[in-house]
């Protein structure tokens, strides 16, 4: 516990320290300043759309920057030779950039619309929307060793993201759209603002744990081949090689 503590504390200090709250301040003023004009807008029915976009850039995209940080500073590489597991590694990142992403997500909802939402709902469906975006970026973010060769492809590895906002538009209403990852912590949200049947809520519940746990085997698996044994680095370089 020391281990994760101790790591934990220093990932919010890397942070802090390469401006990721800075432009976590940026974000929330300039989305303040937006969604303030907007008139008339149903928020309890929109707040759950607008963070599981905004969440990418905390989640997502910040740890992808982290990664690649730790790696270009030869910090990722050093702690395979010390007692940190990988465990404690993934876990230390998900709960720094929890602790980013809820306070962005409070301060945006409280400065818009105020605090009439449950905070537990809001809570646990922020932490499920963090764990998901944060495990599935390392997965993406490990193969790749520079910004450069990570941004152009990060589109591709995020376009279906936006699929549970498509019955918000009446794009496409199908039980189908419950398939999806992002669709439990999404209603975990919407539980914030309205009462929900039981069934939606044990659903929220547990499919996200179902992606978690999944997210959390593969990261596991990721950090062995990528950073361990960089055996997938080796694979990448090779089809690389043979593709030119």
């Known amino acids: 516990m020391n281990r994760l503590f101790h790591t934990t504390y220093w990932d919010i200090v890397r942070q802090y320290r390469n401006g990721f709250y800075f432009v976590t301040m940026l974000i929330v003023a300039l989305l303040v300043v937006l969604l303030r004009q907007l008139d008339g807008v149903d928020w309890r029915l929109w707040w759950p759309a607008i963070l599981l976009e905004t969440l990418v850039v905390n989640s997502f995209f910040f740890m992808a920057g982290l990664v690649l940080l730790e790696k270009g500073e030869g910090v990722l590489e050093a702690q395979v030779v010390t007692p940190l597991r990988d465990w404690e590694y993934l876990l230390a990142k998900i709960i720094s950039l929890f602790v980013l992403s809820a306070s962005e997500s409070l301060a945006l909802i409280l400065l818009v619309s105020g605090p009439t939402f449950n905070w537990l709902w809001m809570l646990i469906g922020i932490g499920c929307f963090v764990a998901m975006y944060t495990l599935y970026g390392f997965f993406v973010v490990a193969?790749?060793?520079?910004?450069?060769?990570?941004?152009?492809?990060?589109?591709?590895?995020?376009?279906?993201?936006?699929?549970?906002?498509?019955?918000?538009?009446?794009?496409?209403?199908?039980?189908?759209?419950?398939?999806?990852?992002?669709?439990?912590?999404?209603?975990?949200?919407?539980?914030?603002?309205?009462?929900?049947?039981?069934?939606?809520?044990?659903?929220?519940?547990?499919?996200?744990?179902?992606?978690?746990?999944?997210?959390?085997?593969?990261?596991?698996?990721?950090?062995?081949?990528?950073?361990?044994?960089?055996?997938?680095?080796?694979?990448?370089?090779?089809?690389?090689?043979?593709?030119?």
């Open 143 to 244: 193969r790749y060793d520079s910004i450069s060769e990570f941004i152009l492809p990060s589109a591709l590895w995020t376009m279906g993201f936006s699929i549970p906002l498509l019955p918000y538009f009446d794009l496409w209403q199908h039980w189908l759209i419950y398939l999806h990852p992002l669709q439990a912590p999404l209603i975990l949200v919407e539980a914030a603002y309205k009462p929900l049947p039981a069934w939606q809520l044990w659903y929220g519940i547990l499919y996200s744990l179902v992606w978690i746990s999944i997210g959390w085997v593969v990261g596991r698996h990721t950090f062995y081949c990528f950073v361990v044994t960089k055996e997938g680095s080796r694979r990448r370089s090779v089809s690389l090689a043979r593709s030119l």
